[in-house]
Nanobody, 125 residues
Framework: QVQLVESGGGLVQPGGSLRLSCAAS?????????MDWFRQAPGKEREFVAA????????DYTDSVKGRFTVSRDNAKNTVYLQMNSLKPEDTAVYYC?????????????????WGKGTLVTVSA
């Protein structure tokens, strides 16, 4: 059994910051997986936000969060993070972490092998 558990969501004002965490446990070797963040806003499809490769040496972001969000990982703690700064109302969504084995498929939600249950981020005054 593999579990991915997100935390750190909440209500924040526009321009504020949040740091999401995703802790992995169970029968996976965390360092063997590409870790992704996706988000899903009400009435919209789940979309790619950010990804980080096995070592943390490569990262990728969707255009709308570049320069504001930073993805990182600590393989010793089996945890991936998403630092979100300068938050906007349009960042409001449920944020999910996911694990895959392919860097080339990092944008493809159908390629994710494991998913967390999500954490809600609400950006509102």
């Amino acid at each position: 059994q593999v579990q991915l558990v997100e935390s750190g969501g909440g209500l924040v004002q526009p321009g504020g910051s949040l740091r999401l965490s995703c802790a992995a446990s169970g029968s996976l070797i965390f360092g063997n997986y590409v870790m992704d963040w996706f988000r899903q806003a009400p009435g919209k499809e789940r979309e790619f936000v950010a990804a980080i490769n096995w070592s943390g040496g490569s990262t990728d972001y969707t255009d709308s969060v570049k320069g504001r969000f930073t993805v990182s990982r600590d393989n010793a703690k089996n945890t991936v993070y998403l630092q979100m700064n300068s938050l906007k109302p349009e960042d409001t969504a449920v944020y999910y972490c996911a694990a895959s084995i392919s860097w080339g498929s990092r944008w493809n939600r159908d390629a994710m092998r494991y998913w967390g249950k999500g954490t809600l981020v609400t950006v509102s005054a």
